[in-house]
Every structure is written in C-alpha cells, then in structure tokens.
C-alpha cells in the first residue's frame, strides 16, 4: 500500500517555473515507478512524466519534454517535478501515481493515485 500527497500547485504567469511535490508513504514505495499526469475539465488524464524506482530512467510527454524534470529522493520518500518555461496549455490538476511494476505511460498502469494539485498558467 503507498499513499500519495501532491503538493507546490499554484497560479504563476507564462513563463514561470513551479516545483510540484508528491510524497509518498507505504513499505512499498522504495520499490515503486512514479508518474505525474495531468487533468482538465472534461478530459481523460494524460501523462507528464515517469521515473523508475531507482531513478535512472525518466520518461515525458513530447509536450513537456526540455521543459520539465522529474526527480525522486528516496530518503525523503518525495518525487518531484520541475516546471519551467510554463504555458497556459500547462493549466490542469496534476496528478502522482504509484505502481510497483515498471513505469507506464497509462492511468491503467498505475495502481495509486495523490489527490491532485492545481496548476494555473495565466497569460
């Protein structure tokens, strides 16, 4: 069992950065792939980004790529991510996910899931 806690949402201007935090607790989370997703009014969940459990591989949507960083510290048992050069297409709630398989670029591939935190770009 992992629990998840998002955290860093907010509102910033075009072109600002946010660090998004998710902490997580469980025995299983040491072992756990990590993803961020994102979410609007009316549609499905899309990914952001993934990290393995030891954090040697990350994965982004071509959307975020160059622009955002996921990173993970297994001591303080929180993975992060890094949003710089933020657009407002880069308004949603954003998402962690947990799962103890390798990580996946899919909802269905994740088995816990954060609250959520919001995000809003302004022009």
């Known amino acids: 069992q992992v629990q998840l806690v998002e955290s860093g949402g907010g509102l910033v201007q075009a072109g600002g950065s946010l660090r998004l935090s998710c902490a997580a607790s469980?025995?299983?989370?040491?072992?756990?792939?990590m993803g961020w997703f994102r979410q609007t009014p009316g549609k499905e969940r899309e990914f952001v980004a993934a990290i393995t459990w030891r954090g040697g591989d990350t994965l982004y949507a071509d959307s975020v790529k160059g622009r955002f960083a996921i990173s993970r510290d297994n001591a303080k048992t929180t993975v992060y991510l890094q949003m710089n050069s933020l657009k407002p297409e880069d308004t949603a709630s954003y998402y962690c996910?947990?799962?103890?398989?390798?990580?996946?670029?899919?909802?269905?591939?994740?088995?816990?899931w954060g609250q959520g935190t919001q995000v809003t770009v302004s022009l």
């Open positions: 996910g947990a799962t103890e398989r390798f990580y996946s670029t899919t909802t269905d591939g994740y088995r816990y």
């Open positions: 469980g025995r299983t989370y040491s072992s756990s792939a």
